[in-house]
Nanobody
Framework: VQLVESGGGLVQAGGSLRLSCAAS????????MGWYRQAPGKERELVAV???????FYADSVKGRFTCAKDNAKNTLSLQMNSLKPEDTAMYYC??????????????????WGQGTQVTVSS
């Protein structure tokens, strides 16, 4: 499975950005896809996860501001980010997994990662 992100950039606080992740390869094996982010000096953390045939989960820090959606026809995963804050500044990574075992939200269970796209929110 190959994942390619797009849509990052620089935006002022309160603004919006939309990220997209295009999946290719053995996509039939994917059981979940999600977005994680990593700020400088911090660990990579969950943003949102969509479980195939299941629900969508969000980190508390983004609930009500971010919306994650999977388009099965186009094999894409999007992340609409509204009301952005400076603390949302990070490299955002698209991830996918092929296992149904383990914690759906734990990044250690994700086998495939994109190269990342930078999101910078200025105050």
């Amino acid at each position: 499975v190959q994942l390619v992100e797009s849509g990052g950039g620089l935006v002022q606080a309160g603004g919006s950005l939309r990220l997209s992740c295009a999946a290719s390869g053995s996509i039939f094996s994917i059981t979940a896809m999600g977005w994680y982010r990593q700020a400088p000096g911090k660990e990579r953390e969950l943003v949102a996860v969509v479980i195939s045939g299941g629900g969508t989960f969000y980190a508390d820090s983004v609930k009500g501001r971010f919306t994650c959606a999977k388009d099965n026809a186009k094999n894409t995963l999007s992340l609409q980010m509204n009301s952005l804050k400076p603390e949302d500044t990070a490299m955002y990574y698209c991830a996918a997994r092929s296992s149904a075992d383990g914690d759906w939200l734990d990044l250690r269970w994700y086998d495939y990662w994109g190269q990342g796209t930078q999101v910078t929110v200025s105050s």
